[in-house]
């Protein structure tokens, strides 16, 4: 007798949960596993997905995220801080799929390259932008907003002896051109660890992820690692054509490696449809 009713309690149990996963379904409930994800600070680790990237979100700013110069689906990933505490990462790719990580700090043993399950053929793992822009243009268009006289003005922060300024933006068909110019009054060399270019949300929700999403350049003028004691350096970033939508702005991130001398522009789109038109080649 003991056991028929050990065995009814468990019989009445799994009915339990049947039913409970039926009416998850029913009203459309469902849930997204996440996958564990080890990063480190001096490593990259490469994620290669099915389908195009089209959104990606990161939990903390002590992560780094881009797209793989000209892939749509390739994410690079590494850490920002060394040690930062356990976070997360969304992305959305082109088939409507969405992709959930847990990640933790780890720089002995960071996983370096994950590829996802693929419903294409294995020949077409790499998928490569569809923009076709000739980069031999888009080199010489960008000496051509080094040496152009129009600026902006406005868009400049200034502390721990660096001068950092954007003094120009510049457009020529389907790309365009920010001038960019870092300047060391210190006497101490600045060793750059990052210049990036995000999409950010204007107000952020109190303990909710940050919205962003990075622009790759398609090519960098003088792109110099370091900006020597006491002199200057101009950079010209080719980026895809954007605008920025409502409520948002566009942030250019500059961070010293291995350095506290972190500085940031914030630019809007006031100041974005005031760009300057290049003479064609």
């Known amino acids: 007798m003991k056991n028929f009713n050990l065995w009814m309690i468990g019989y009445v149990f799994l009915i339990a949960i049947s039913a409970f996963a039926q009416q998850s ?7 997204i596993e996440s996958d564990s994800l080890l990063i480190a600070y001096s490593k990259t680790t490469n994620i290669v997905f099915p389908f195009a990237i089209k959104s990606v979100d990161k939990g903390s700013q002590d992560i780094l995220v881009q797209k793989a110069k ?8 590494k850490a920002a801080q060394r040690g930062f505490f356990q976070t997360n ?3 959305v790719t082109a088939d409507g799929k969405l992709y959930s990580f847990v990640l933790n700090y780890d720089e002995q043993s960071p996983q370096l390259n994950l590829t996802l399950n693929k419903s294409k053929p294995k020949e077409q793992e790499i998928y490569f932008s569809e923009e076709n822009i000739n980069d031999q243009d888009v080199e010489q268009y960008s000496k051509l907003a080094y040496y152009d006289k129009k600026k902006v003005y406005g868009e400049r922060e200034s502390k721990y002896d660096i001068a950092f300024a954007l003094n120009g933006i510049f457009i020529r068909d389907d790309v365009m051109y920010y001038r960019i110019n870092v300047t060391n009054t210190s006497k101490i060399n600045y060793d750059i660890d ?10 952020k929700v109190k303990r909710t992820a940050s919205q962003e999403i990075e622009i790759t350049p398609l090519y960098v003028l003088n792109n110099e690692p370091k900006i020597e004691g006491e002199a200057e350096n101009t950079f010209v970033f080719a980026l895809p054509k954007f605008t920025i939508p409502e409520k948002k702005y566009l942030a250019i991130q500059l961070m010293e490696k291995n350095g506290g001398r972190h500085l940031e522009l914030h630019v809007n789109n006031t100041k974005l449809v005031k760009v300057t038109v290049l003479p064609k080649l």
Request: charged letters at 25%; a positive charge; hydrophobic letters at 35%.
């Open 25 to 31: 379904t029913k009203n459309g409930l469902s849930k």
């Open 70 to 77: 000209g892939l749509e689906n390739i994410l690079q990933i």
């Open 89 to 91: 990462l969304t992305v």
């Open 194 to 203: 990052q210049l990036r270019f995000y999409i950010r949300d204007t107000k």
